[in-house]
């Protein structure tokens, strides 16, 4: 299986303006940052969160508490997968029992993976409420999950993938659609 890129859906700029837009929705709707802390779905999401951290300190002042959760011991698939999945650290340096969590991740998709970060943050202690914030909703979802905060909905087919490209891992801040093409034999 090879992916050809289609096209950019964000610039950096653009991804800085949703994830400002959505920093501000998010002391809009939970009426600024009292009780609120952020926790990221590494590898991307966490990035994410700690920018929305930055911003929402910027607009109010205050530095939320900021967790990194790694969910691959909790996905449904763990048991199914054939190579040796690479599992890294949970940081979540604060109790989540009565705060409001707000749950950052790069790409919603199937909602297996927050399905499984909602697991995860549950073992933690018991949150009065999980938001989820996402740069990039591409719909096909297989559960009942939705976003609290969307930076772009980015209707896909089956054959496109969203690729989230994040400077801190990938040198560059960029949304790219890709194109998958299957070769006989894949």
Not at 57 to 71: C, H, T, Y
């Amino acid at each position: 299986m090879t992916t050809k890129e289609k096209g950019t859906v964000l610039d950096d700029v653009q991804i800085k303006r949703a994830l400002t837009r959505i920093s501000h929705e998010i002391l809009e709707r939970n009426k600024g940052a009292k009780d609120l802390v952020l926790i990221g779905i590494r590898n991307r999401g966490d990035i994410l969160a700690g920018r929305i951290q930055a911003h929402i300190e910027d607009i109010e002042g205050e530095k939320l508490p900021l967790g990194v959760l790694d969910i691959t011991l909790y996905r449904d698939d763990f048991t199914s997968i054939d190579y040796l999945p690479q599992i890294g650290k949970t940081e979540i340096p604060f109790n989540v029992s009565g705060k409001i969590v707000i749950l950052v991740d790069d790409v919603l998709y199937t909602g297996r993976t927050v399905r499984a970060a909602l697991d995860e943050i549950i073992d933690f202690g018991r949150p009065r409420e999980i938001q989820l914030a996402v740069l990039i909703d591409r719909g096909h979802r297989e559960l009942p999950i939705r976003p609290d905060y969307v930076g772009k909905n980015v209707p896909t087919s089956d054959n496109e993938l969203v690729e989230v490209k994040i400077k801190e891992v990938d040198g560059e801040d960029r949304v790219v659609l890709r194109q998958v093409e299957v070769k006989d034999g894949d």
